[in-house]
């Protein structure tokens, strides 16, 4: 095992998020805050409780997964595409590291910046509205398993993209439109019939309300079947990283 | 001398179905500077990426040091180091933190103090806490060299490494590689300056669309393959030759002041004692005497040509 390379390659993009710091860490925490300001205080105040909780303590797993999921995307993405445009990527091919090696460097590094941006964001959250969370652990459980997951997705998404339109594709098409649509802001419950059973059919509801249950202990779905659904994802991902980068595409010809 | 690097068979097609190698077969001798020369898209930069990793080959093999390239990959890469021709970087990075990137990337140790030593005797010490879209084109050119040298590589792949660099910086990379060569490195240069060549290289090999033309020591290639002319002055113009000249193929120059004969200087007989006894003999006075050997250049451009 390589771990002078692993460790490089973490570092190197750690130290990336150094030099994007206001990209990185304020834009996030910034959009968050917006949102608990408009959501949470302002009209959040004129909605009846959910579930128990009021409404700008509801909304606070459902941002949170907003913000992981875009941004474990969209770190991990960059982190590889960004040397495939330049073309720096040939050092990281011509050394001796295995696949493996290269996503844990990457990977590890994407899934840890938006571990930070989750616990700022969830620090930020305890300055609007009134945060209790009932299962920390499993809470901390699932926040570490969907950074890694989409960290996964997003540099699968990097190694298959060949410009900037294709690397934003997936987030902003279909990642905003299915977490915004999958109960963060909502219970599934408030939806017509109809809608309710086709919710079901987004992946996101079972990420957010998995992330629910660990902060209320009440939530749409059942946690057992959420967790599941997150760790099927993981492994769906870990064996189309491998496929992709094995096969040598997006990066070797 | 040993051979440090085996290409046995090597063939590149790519999906387009463009063969960029044909069956290419060459040894690169340990400690040696080997320039491969071609004209672009003749498959230099293909060879050297599949020999790096980065191109996966159709068919054939490679063993660096006796390791497979592909099934020995961490050894063979762990020993090569590689310049890219593209200036390939990271631009808001710094110089020093991107030179110590490489290192850890092969799996070395950080190592300030071989860093600074590097980038010393690049003269990039200087500019070490630079980033790098600060720095001129010739400057990017060493950070890759550094890169290169990072981990300590005993084969060292400069592909086109003095493209777009000025006279004075091409001479100080020159002298770069020649010390590199000196300190034991192997060095296997791409290039289509034939002079950068010419200049540095103990064995050239020449590619044109994919195939191996001819692989030899630079100065024989030159002797073996290159013609010589010997350029006679005369005292007075001459009109038309003699017909006793005739069988030389002797061409007129400078409005009949001088006659230029082209030999072969490997053959036993060169058929210049001949000429001058036969010049003597039709009273022609010679006022002074030439030789010309034909370029690198020249035969580089013959055999690309007959290709």
Redesign the interface.
Known sequence: M????I???YF?EM?RMR?TIGQSILSPVISTSLYFIVFGSVIGGMIPELDGVSYGSFIVPGLLMLTLLTQSISNSAFGIF??KF???I?????????SFEIIVGFVGASATKSLIVGIIILLTASFFVELKIQYPLLMLFLLILTCLTFSLFGFLIGLLSNNFEQLQVVPLIIITPLVFLGGSLYTIEMLPEFWQKVSYFNPVVYLINGMRWSFYGASDINIFISVVSLVGFLIACIVGVAIVISK?YGT?? | MQNVVSIKKLSKT??NDFQALKNITLDIKKNEIIALLGPNGAGKTTMISII?????PTSGSVTVDNFDIIKD???T??L?G?V?Q?L??????YVF?NVS?????????PNPSLIEKILKDLSLWDKRHSRINELSGGMKRRVLIA?ALSHEPSVLFLDEPSAGVDVELRQEMWQVIKDLRNSGVTIILTTHYIEEAEAIADRVAVINKGELLVVDNTSDLVKSMGQKTLLIELHEAIRTLPSKLERYNLTVLNNGLSISYNYDSSSKQTGITSLLQDMKETGLKLKDLNTEQSSLENIFVELVREN
């Open positions: 390589n771990f002078y390379a460790r490089a390659i190197h130290d030099r960004f040397p330049t073309g720096s040939y050092e990281v091919l011509a050394a001796p590291v295995s040598g070797k010809t | 790519y999906d790096c990793g980065i191109v996966i990959y961490r050894r890469r762990s090569i590689l890219p593209e390939s970087l990271e631009q808001f990075e933190n990137y490489t290192r850890g990337l092969y799996g070395k140790a890169k």
